[in-house]
Nanobody
Framework: QVQLVESGGGLVQAGGSLRLSCAASGINFSINDMSWYRQAPGKQRELVAIMFSGGSTNYASSVKGRFTISRDNAKNTVYLQMNSLKFEDTAVYYC????????????WGQGTQVTVSS
């Protein structure tokens, strides 16, 4: 059974930092691309950052230079370090991955709330 379990969310003041973690089980973690998405109230879910299995990364323009995605294949865990947080970063953050082989199932974590006070 595949599980993605996020942790590390919470309430932080603007300008502060948080580190999110996503522990994965039941997947071939080292070959999967791993992503973080977020969804703010009344808005669509959006891609925040992706780390490809080879180590390259992409970020949403709104977080570039402030957020860093990383992974530890030995721990089957992906991280999102969030610095210089802004009020508009307030959202539920989700971990996401998709199998590399057919039928390429997709998996979401349960989400972790990040609230930035202005």
């Amino acid at each position: 059974q595949v599980q993605l379990v996020e942790s590390g969310g919470g309430l932080v003041q603007a300008g502060g930092s948080l580190r999110l973690s996503c522990a994965a089980s039941g997947i071939n973690f080292s070959i999967n691309d791993m992503s973080w998405y977020r969804q703010a109230p009344g808005k669509q879910r959006e891609l925040v950052a992706i780390m490809f299995s080879g180590g390259s990364t992409n970020y949403a323009s709104s977080v570039k230079g402030r957020f860093t995605i990383s992974r530890d294949n030995a721990k089957n865990t992906v991280y999102l370090q969030m610095n210089s947080l802004k009020f508009e970063d307030t959202a539920v953050y989700y971990c996401y991955t998709k199998d590399r082989v057919w039928p390429r199932r997709t998996y979401w974590g349960q989400g972790t709330q990040v609230t930035v006070s202005s």
